[in-house]
C-alpha cells in the first residue's frame, strides 16, 4: 500500500506561498507513513460544515497513529471526547497536539475511554500524533 499527495496547487499562481507549500508538503512527508495503516472514523462523516470530523490512522506494527480533528464552522462548542481504537490498554503512549504544540502521556485504556480535544476559536483543526512508549 502506498500513499499519495495530490494538493491541485496552482504553483505559478500570482501571490502562491511557496514557503507554506513547502511546510504542508514536509508535513505529509513526515506524517504519510501512518497513513497506510488502520483507519478508524471517529465521528460520522459529514461535509455540511455543522458536525466535527474526527478520523484515526493507526500503525499497531509501529505503535503509533495519527488523528486529525476538524470543527464545525461557526460552532460555539470547542470541545469534543474522541474514543481512540486498537491501542495496547496498558502501555502508555505519548500523545503529541501538533498545531497548539501540547504533549502529555496517556496509557492506552485511557485514549479509547476517551481523549478530550478542544480546540480555540477559529477554522483551524488539529493534528495529533501518538506513539508508544518502550
Known amino acids: ?36 495503516g488502520g483507519y478508524y472514523p471517529l465521528t460520522p462523516y459529514s461535509r455540511d460544515g455543522k458536525h466535527w470530523m474526527g478520523l484515526q490512522f493507526h500503525r499497531p506494527d509501529l505503535g503509533e ?9 461557526d460552532s460555539a462548542d470547542r470541545s469534543l471526547l474522541l474514543k481512540l481504537h486498537d491501542l495496547v490498554p496498558a502501555a502508555t503512549y505519548e500523545v503529541q497536539a501538533e498545531i497548539k504544540g501540547q504533549r502529555e ?9 476517551g481523549l478530550l480535544v ?3 476559536t477559529g477554522d483551524g483543526g ?4 501518538y506513539r508508544e512508549l518502550p
Do not use: C, N
Open 126 to 129: 488539529e493534528r495529533i500524533v
Open 118 to 120: 478542544t480546540l480555540p
Open 105 to 113: 502521556q496517556k496509557t492506552g485504556a485511557e485514549l479509547m475511554k
Open 1 to 36: 500500500m502506498a500513499t499519495s499527495l495530490i494538493p491541485g496547487w496552482i504553483a505559478d499562481e500570482k501571490g502562491f506561498d511557496v514557503a507554506r507549500a513547502k511546510k504542508l508538503a514536509d508535513t505529509y512527508r513526515r506524517l504519510r507513513h501512518l497513513l497506510v
Open 65 to 73: 497513529g495519527l488523528v486529525l480533528v476538524i470543527p464545525p464552522r
